[in-house]
Every structure is written in structure tokens, then in C-alpha cells.
């Protein structure tokens, strides 16, 4: 059987750790990062290599071949995924496993701002705004509140939301708790407010406002990917994870909803892998039931030692939450290197 694996990020990796057999993975990049860590790189408390491993030395190891590319489109009545539909480049697949992860939900002029979804990204988020002053963080997730705190040591930050209070995702005691931390930290908090263009200047539906640099945190959906249906969030999957007869989708490109929508997390994003990788050794095809949903999160948030841990309306704080979550994270990465 022919695996061919699209992305090699948490979801991708993941899979591929916990399947062997004939695999080929197309990515653009061999580096497996990790997003979590990104906030903290942001503040310069970690270092690039921290961040990332290579996994050239793992696909050695397991006899993964590696091919430098991106999916353009796939064709899954001909089992074939394609690089490049000029020259008609592709490979072709048994099962496609595909794993290529997320990126900002569209607003008119988001590409001016700057984003966080993949590394090079992030890089030159970190270098942008170690020159700026004023800066406006858009959407108050789970990633806008820890960058807002992790940035606010060197930058006046403005926290913008478009509901009426920040982790509108998460139970208003989470809320509460971070809403205080932040403004101790100086963030400034408007919520209620809808970003609705980004240019020179940011206009919002309570006014325009002058900033030096625009952080887009305001949620993801699954990259488009030609030849597959797409719903609200990312490519429409059913209950075993499978987007067509042969086509598996993971992660944040993925619109999983089995009865509750999963979390775009890497705790998801990780679990699902492990389905898939599961289902295609056993040829078994079962139901995924996602653990960290829409109506019941499951989050750490680490803001240093405040770290604060979700799950559904239960909140914990505390260090020792932020050592799990730093053990969680080096642990994941640790699994790759070699
Ligand atoms: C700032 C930030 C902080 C976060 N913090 C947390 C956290 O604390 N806890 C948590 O659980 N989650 C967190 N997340 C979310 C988590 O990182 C993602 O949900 C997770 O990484 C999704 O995994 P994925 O494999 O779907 O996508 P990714 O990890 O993004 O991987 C996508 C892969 O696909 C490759 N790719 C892209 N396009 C193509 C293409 N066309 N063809 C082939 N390959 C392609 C990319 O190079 C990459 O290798 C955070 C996210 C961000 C941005």
C-alpha cells in the first residue's frame, strides 16, 4: 500500500510516527515546528532551534521518502496528487493523508498584517515588531492573548475583539481570569469591535486607529486544496476523518464536525493522526470522536508561570501547569529528533 502524506507539520509528523510502510511525504519544508513555542519566540525567551527539528534524520530511520513541494490540487479518481498542474508533476497514492494545516480567515487587506501559521512568518513578526511601538493584536483566541502578554514587556499592545469578551470560546471565567492578567500587563482590551479593513490604518467598526505593526490571531481555516469539497472551515471530512474514498484530512485543513466541531489545536490535530494512521494499518475504518471540541475545549495557556489549564467550564492555574505544558511541548518535539 502507498501512503502519501501532504504536510509534515504536528498532524503530518504525528501520522508518520505512527505508521511504516511504503510512505512518501511532500512538504515544502523538512522542519517540523512548533506553533505553541511561537508567542515565547515572539519575546525572544526561545531560540529558532527550539522551536524546530529537522526530520530528514527520522524519514531516514523509518525509510520515509521525502519530496520538496506543495499540493496544487488532487485527483482522487486517478489516485494522484499533483505539485504542479502546468507541467502535470504528481505522485500518485494509495491513501492520501493530507495534513496542510491552516491560515487566516479572510479580511480585506489581512495580507498586510502579520501572522503567525507558519515559521517564516513568525520570523518576520519578530523582527517587525522589535521596531514598533504601538501594536494591535486582532482576535483574542488562544494564540492572540498569549502573544499579547508575551509582546506587551516591550510594546504597547491593543488587544481587538469582535465579541463582547475575549476567549469568547472558552467559559467567562477563563475569560475573566485573563481579561485582569492582561491589563496588569498594560494590554489594552476592546471587544465588540470588528476589524473590517486593514491598510495604512486600521478600520474597525469603533473607529480607525494608527498602528505600527497589525498581528492577525483572529482564527484560521483549513488551506484550500482544488479537488476537494470545502465547508465552513477547512475540507468537509465524515465521521472516520475521510474527505473522499481514498483522501484523509488532518489537523486544521480539516473541518471536523462529528457531532461537535474539534478544536483547531495541535492536541487534535495530533489525536486524529493517530486515528488515521491506526485506521489505514488496520484497514479497519471506525468513528473519530474528537476530544477538545467547540462546546468543551480543552487549552494550557502559558503566560510564564500564570499558566492557566481549560477544560469545558473547569479552570486551573498556576507554575506547575506551565512546567506541564513546557514538558508536553519538548516531549512532542523530542519524539523526532534523532
Ligand atoms: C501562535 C500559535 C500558538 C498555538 N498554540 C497552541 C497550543 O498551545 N496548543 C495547541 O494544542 N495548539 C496550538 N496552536 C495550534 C496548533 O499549532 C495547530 O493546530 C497545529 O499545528 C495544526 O497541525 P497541522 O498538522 O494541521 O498543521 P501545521 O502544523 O501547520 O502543519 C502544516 C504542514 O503542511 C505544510 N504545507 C503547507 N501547505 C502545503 C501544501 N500545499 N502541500 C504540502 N504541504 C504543505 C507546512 O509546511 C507544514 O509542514 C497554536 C497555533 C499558533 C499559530
Redesign the pocket.
Same mark, same amino acid.
Given at each position: 500500500m502507498k501512503v502519501v502524506v +501532504?504536510?509534515? @507539520?504536528?498532524?503530518?509528523a504525528e501520522f508518520l510516527r505512527h505508521y511504516s510502510g511504503d510512505v512518501t511525504v511532500?512538504?515544502?519544508?523538512s522542519y517540523?515546528?512548533?506553533?505553541?513555542l511561537?508567542?515565547a519566540y515572539l519575546a525572544g525567551k526561545v531560540s529558532e532551534d527550539e522551536v524546530k527539528v529537522d526530520l530528514l534524520p527520522f524519514f531516514e530511520e523509518k525509510g520515509i521518502k521525502f519530496r520538496r513541494?506543495?499540493?496544487?490540487f488532487v485527483k482522487d479518481k486517478c489516485k494522484t496528487v499533483f505539485l504542479n498542474l502546468k507541467t502535470l508533476k504528481g505522485v500518485s497514492y494509495d491513501k492520501l493523508v493530507l +495534513?496542510?494545516? @491552516?491560515e487566516p480567515i479572510h479580511v480585506e487587506g489581512v495580507e498586510k498584517a502579520l501572522t503567525?501559521?507558519?515559521f517564516e512568518s513568525a520570523k518576520i513578526a519578530k523582527k517587525r515588531i522589535e521596531r514598533a511601538r504601538e501594536v494591535a493584536i486582532v482576535g483574542s483566541g488562544?494564540?492572540g492573548v498569549?502573544?499579547a502578554y508575551e509582546i506587551s514587556g516591550f510594546c504597547n499592545v491593543t488587544l481587538i475583539e469582535y465579541e463582547r469578551r475575549i476567549l469568547p470560546g472558552m467559559c467567562e471565567k477563563v475569560s475573566d481570569v485573563v481579561r485582569k492578567l492582561l491589563s496588569r500587563e498594560g494590554v489594552k482590551i476592546l471587544t465588540s469591535c470588528k476589524v473590517e479593513r486593514i491598510s495604512d490604518t486600521l478600520k474597525t467598526s469603533c473607529g480607525e486607529f494608527s498602528f505600527d505593526e497589525v498581528i492577525w490571531?483572529a482564527g484560521i481555516k483549513g488551506?484550500r486544496?482544488p479537488g476537494l469539497k470545502y465547508g465552513k472551515s477547512g475540507i468537509v471530512v465524515d465521521s472516520s476523518l475521510k474527505a473522499t474514498q481514498n483522501v484523509f484530512a488532518?489537523?486544521?485543513?480539516a473541518e471536523v464536525n462529528i457531532g461537535d466541531v474539534a478544536t483547531?489545536?495541535?492536541?487534535?490535530?495530533e489525536r486524529q493522526a493517530k486515528f488515521v494512521a491506526k485506521a489505514i494499518k488496520s484497514g479497519k475504518i471506525g468513528k473519530y470522536k474528537p476530544f477538545s471540541t467547540l462546546r468543551n475545549p480543552f487549552?494550557?495557556?502559558?503566560f510564564d508561570d500564570k499558566a492557566i489549564l481549560v477544560r469545558g467550564d473547569k479552570v486551573l492555574t498556576g507554575k506547575p501547569i506551565y512546567k506541564l505544558?513546557m514538558l508536553v511541548v519538548r516531549k512532542f518535539l523530542k519524539n523526532f529528533e534523532r
Open positions: +501532504a504536510g509534515c @507539520g504536528t498532524g503530518g511532500i512538504s515544502p519544508s517540523l515546528y512548533c506553533q505553541a511561537f508567542p513541494g506543495k499540493v496544487e +495534513a496542510v494545516g @491552516g503567525l501559521n507558519d488562544m494564540s498569549e502573544v490571531c488551506k486544496v488532518i489537523g486544521d485543513v483547531k489545536t495541535a492536541l487534535e490535530a487549552a494550557i495557556m502559558t505544558k
